[in-house]
T-cell receptor, first 115, second 112 residues
Framework: DVKVTQSSRYLVKRTGEKVFLECVQDMDHENMFWYRQDPGLGLRLIYFSYDVKMKEKGDIPEGYSVSREKKERFSLILESASTNQTSMYLC??????????????FGSGTQLSVL | DQQVKQNSPSLSVQEGRISILNCDYTNSMFDYFLWYKKYPAEGPTFLISISSIKDKNEDGRFTVFLNKSAKHLSLHIVPSQPGDSAVYFCAASLTGFQKLVFGTGTRLLVSP
């Protein structure tokens, strides 16, 4: 089974802090994603990466950056945390394919509270 | 601009009855659709999918129907069980594009 592991289940940070959310997958997937889940808004894509050192903006990248130095690890960085970034953050991975559709496998999520 | 919409934020059903969750999309280029289930404090897990070349796909108690002309899909759960109580997200994608577009979710509550 695919395992996607997010380093923290709960985080509490102060406004203005730099925050790192870490995600590791163990199935050699090329694609990795960061989503945030908010009530009434569903899952919104922040950033994704289809290869090491490659990244692409999703629908809501403002205030975030990412890092993918190794294939199995994808980090989400909040440069200066703000209260509107309080949310559930979900990491996911999938195989890269040009011809078919691959489903995403999600981690358990990190509930981030910015005070 | 919400490309995938789930207009019912919640649904309550009695155990043993049918649950029908609905999803609409606006982009006619989408050719693959998925349903995910999410319990509190857990990540979403894949439930069932359907390609646009089909109009129905079954897996046990779960059936997904696709109406391409109406840009509408639905998930039927028969019979519903209390353990089905969760938030259900529909998602859509284009073949060859690596990302999914998710709907806003429907919270299903199945009461005994």
């Amino acid at each position: 089974d695919v395992k996607v592991t997010q380093s923290s289940r709960y985080l509490v940070k102060r406004t203005g802090e730099k925050v790192f959310l870490e995600c590791v997958q163990d199935m050699d997937h090329e694609n990795m994603f960061w989503y945030r889940q908010d009530p009434g808004l569903g899952l919104r894509l922040i950033y994704f990466s289809y290869d090491v050192k490659m990244k692409e903006k999703g629908d809501i990248p403002e205030g975030y950056s990412v890092s993918r130095e190794k294939k199995e690890r994808f980090s989400l960085i909040l440069e200066s945390a703000s209260t509107n970034q309080t949310s559930m953050y979900l990491c996911a991975s999938s195989l890269w394919t040009s011809a078919t559709n691959e489903k995403l496998f999600f981690g358990s999520g990190t509930q981030l509270s910015v005070l | 601009d919400q490309q995938v919409k789930q207009n019912s934020p919640s649904l309550s059903v009695q155990e043993g009855r049918i649950s029908i969750l609905n999803c609409d999309y606006t982009n006619s280029m989408f050719d693959y659709f998925l349903w995910y289930k999410k319990y509190p404090a857990e990540g979403p897990t894949f439930l069932i999918s359907i390609s646009s070349i089909k109009d129905k796909n079954e897996d046990g108690r779960f059936t997904v129907f696709l109406n391409k002309s109406a840009k509408h899909l639905s998930l039927h759960i028969v019979p519903s069980q209390p353990g089905d109580s969760a938030v259900y997200f529909c998602a859509a994608s284009l073949t060859g594009f690596q990302k999914l577009v998710f709907g806003t979710g429907t919270r299903l509550l199945v009461s005994p």
